[in-house]
């Protein structure tokens, strides 16, 4: 079938539509392209790898590698740039009131992200927020989740003479791995000479953005050129809730999956990556391996064979690494736990964006552009 055009075989192959465009929709889309006529709907023109971002913060050529247009990977299928709005058992309606129908329906919608539609703007975003930490003497950071860390890290790393405050509400850093992993990591951030305020938060009021003072928990007032909030994106399944998917859908917004990746109650439609209710850490590495394991399933039941040849997924245990800067990270696996150059070789130089490249089929390190 490679090389085969989909319009050649339309009326053949099954219509798949694949509803966003992240780090799973996109590796899904690409791995079906040849196997099905594949629609995928994402509100960008590109694809970013997300743990890329807060590199770009720093260094916003490093995006040029990491903003991926949908179409350099995704050779074989139609895009469509807009948001999916709702969705029937054989149809998707997008924003500008256009309907898809498939006989398969992969939904990847992770997080809701108001990124701009084109990757140039994306590109400017980044040269933006870069000269104005450039331009900051104080950099307040909000949140102590993975985000948080990272990008104090970057900054305490390529701007060691700024001054960076880490706000976070919880008792410790990175809560949702070990203590030990947390706390070496906010000593590698107090080595850097980043001001960590635990059990801390911030009035994000409007005044507080238009003087640029801030007013702690603790009563502290701090008075920072820079603010990031690192709270967290809200799951993107708001446009499920009014469709026939509503009771597919569990207390936190997630779809309930089966271990095969089928939306629980709907033979034809699957779902993958932060978007589930598997019940593991959501993480990037983990979609991409969900998409790959969905891909294959559907390929079964494309090719009419027997559903019991569908692979089965079993949730894996947490193995993290956190980027601190461009040589060290902190990394939990779970049979230990390391800090400093050796994960740091690992991760923190490329930030996976060669590998995330290749397996999109793309050049690991040439920029197209
Ligand atoms: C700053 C940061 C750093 C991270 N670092 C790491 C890391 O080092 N390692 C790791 O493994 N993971 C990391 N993660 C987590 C990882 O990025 C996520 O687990 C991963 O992105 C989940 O992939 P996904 O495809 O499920 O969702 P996403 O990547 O969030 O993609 C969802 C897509 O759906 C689109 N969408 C949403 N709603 C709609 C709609 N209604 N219609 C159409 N499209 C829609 C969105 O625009 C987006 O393109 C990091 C995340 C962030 C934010």
Known sequence: MEGVKSSELAGVWKRVVVVGGGVAGSLIAKSLQFHADV?????????????????????????????????????????????????????????????????????????????????????????????????????????????????????????PEKRVILVHSGSRLLEFIGPKAANRTLDWLKSKRVEVKLQCSVDLNVSSYETKTYVTSSGETIKADCLFVCTGKPTGSAWLKETAFKDSLDSFGRLKVDENFRVKGHTNVFAVGDITDVKESKQGYLAQKHALMAAKNLKVLMSGEKETKMASYKPQTIKVIVSLGRRDAAAQYPWTTLIGRVPGLIKSKDLFVGKTRKQLGLDARMSEY
């Open 39 to 159: 629609t995928l709907i994402d509100p960008k023109e590109y694809f970013e790898i997300p743990w890329a971002s807060l590199r770009s913060m720093v260094e916003p050529s490093f995006a040029e590698r990491s903003l991926i247009y949908h179409k350099d990977y995704l050779t074989n299928g139609r895009l469509v740039v807009s948001k999916a709005i709702s969705i029937s058992n054989s149809q998707v309606l997008t924003a500008e009131g256009r309907l898809f129908t498939f006989e398969y329906l992969v939904i990847a919608t992770g997080h809701n992200d108001d990124f701009p539609k084109t990757r140039s703007e994306r590109l400017k975003e980044f040269k933006i927020v870069h000269e104005e930490i450039r331009a900051a003497n104080t950099v307040l950071i909000v949140g102590g989740g993975p985000t948080g860390v990272e990008l104090a890290a970057e900054i305490a790393v390529d701007f």
